[in-house]
């Protein structure tokens, strides 16, 4: 973590997540007061429980959160809710940067309510009053599986070939410590992958990787979580930071790890 200020006390919403966890190790290497919060540690941004109690002296808050729930009155509730909550304590607790991971591409993912809501929590960002970099990554190589559930029909996975830009969650850590460690952007910056992919092919490969029988059937007019995609709507900008992590490197450090399991376990 290149340029990054001194010691800093940064608390990480969400610190016990897919990102959070890799993301407070990593600040923690770099010798930064991590704090994880979420609620198994009694930090809850929609009820605002400990919340005053966590940002007490912080200086960058990272919220690398989820909603339980996608349905899309619960998700966008969530993000609202949450995000106005983080917000104000921050504010009045002085807060300095204000760190939110979101998702590449989102504003042309509208059909989906999951998007609605990440495009409501950017838009409360922005207009608030404190400092901020918003980070849009693109999907994890960890929700390959995920993204095979939801498409699937009995035996078959229908996925279009649309272009797909993915990276390993590690990376997404990264950067976004990275970021947070550095001074607010007061923008947004956009992290993906080092390969393109079609969807199709992507998730044949990670199925064939987990040894799930599924066959994956290429059909243009499938959705994605409900969305009809353009060819080109997941990709980043091309001024995007591009993580190192290969995705065949990736499934087989995986599976030596006796973790096709890792990528089984994310839904
Ligand atoms: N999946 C992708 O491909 C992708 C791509 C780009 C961006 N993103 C974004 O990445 C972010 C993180 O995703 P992830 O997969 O790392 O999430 P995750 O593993 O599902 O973790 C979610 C975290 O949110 C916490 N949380 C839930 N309700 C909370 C509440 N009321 N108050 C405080 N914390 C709460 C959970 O805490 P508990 O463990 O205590 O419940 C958990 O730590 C999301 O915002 C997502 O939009 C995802």
Do not use: C
């Not at 608390?11 to 990102?19: A, E, H, P, T």
């Not at 807060?95 to 998007?115: N, P, W």
């Not at 900008?237 to 591009?242: G, I, N, S």
């Amino acid at each position: 973590m290149k340029n990054e200020k001194s010691m800093m006390k940064i608390v990480v919403i969400g610190g016990s997540g897919l990102i959070g966890s890799k993301l407070v190790t990593k600040l923690r290497e770099h010798g930064h007061q991590a704090v994880a919060a979420s609620p198994n540690t009694g930090v809850n941004t929609v009820t605002g429980e400990g919340l005053e109690e966590v940002l007490e002296g912080v200086s960058v808050v990272v919220d690398v959160s989820n909603s339980p729930s996608w349905e899309d009155a619960a998700v966008m509730k969530f993000f609202e809710t949450s995000t106005r909550n983080l917000l104000a304590s921050e504010a009045a607790k002085g807060v300095e940067h204000h760190v939110a991971l979101s998702v590449v591409g989102s504003e042309r993912l509208l059909e989906s309510g999951y998007f609605r809501a990440k495009i409501a929590q950017e838009n409360l960002i922005k207009g608030s009053s404190i400092p901020y970099s918003i980070v849009r990554a693109t999907q994890f190589f960890e929700f390959v599986k995920g993204i095979a559930d939801f498409s699937t029909d009995g035996n078959k996975v229908l996925l279009p070939p649309a272009l797909i830009q993915p990276m390993a969650a590690d990376d997404v850590a990264s950067a976004v410590g990275r970021i947070a460690v550095g001074a607010p952007v007061n923008g947004t910056v956009e992290v993906g992958g080092p390969e393109k992919f079609r969807l199709d092919e992507l998730i044949r490969r990670g199925l064939a990787a987990l040894k799930d029988p599924r066959e994956v059937v290429t059909d243009p007019h499938a959705r994605y979580y409900g969305i009809e995609l353009s060819e080109n709507a997941l990709l980043p900008q091309d001024d995007a930071r591009l993580g190192e992590t290969r995705f065949e490197d990736w499934l087989r450090r995986s599976a030596d790890k006796g973790g096709a399991r890792e990528i089984g376990q994310r839904t």
